[in-house]
């Protein structure tokens, strides 16, 4: 399995979303920091749950910081978020 289905297994479990879109931007990285051979070190993650509701910028990015926290430990050195409650 790759680094972004992974991704995309956690956050569907988690967050239930409606809308969520995994995207390896890692190719736009190579030669700088973090970045390794064969990718899958720089991601953006857009997430749309009716989990963020009520919640602000740093809760959202706290919780998804928490449920892929194996990821960030391992390969993934970067994770760009954006995070939406339905309607937002």
């Known amino acids: 399995m790759t680094v972004r289905d ?3 297994e ?4 988690a967050f239930a979303p409606t809308a969520l879109e995994v995207i390896d931007e890692s190719h736009h990285h190579q030669g700088h920091g ?7 070190t720089h ?4 997430l ?7 919640k602000s910028r740093v ?3 706290r919780m998804v910081n928490q449920t892929l ?3 960030l430990k391992g390969r993934v ?4 978020m954006e995070t939406k409650a339905p309607g937002e």
């Not at 749309?48 to 009520?54: P, R």
């Open 34 to 40: 973090g970045w390794r051979e064969g990718g899958e």
């Open 6 to 8: 992974t991704i995309t």
């Open 77 to 80: 050195h970067a994770l760009a």
């Open 10 to 13: 956690k956050l569907t479990a």
């Open 69 to 71: 926290d194996a990821e």
């Open 43 to 46: 991601f953006r993650v857009k």
């Open 48 to 54: 749309v749950s009716a989990a963020f509701a009520g």
């Open 59 to 61: 809760d959202r990015h």
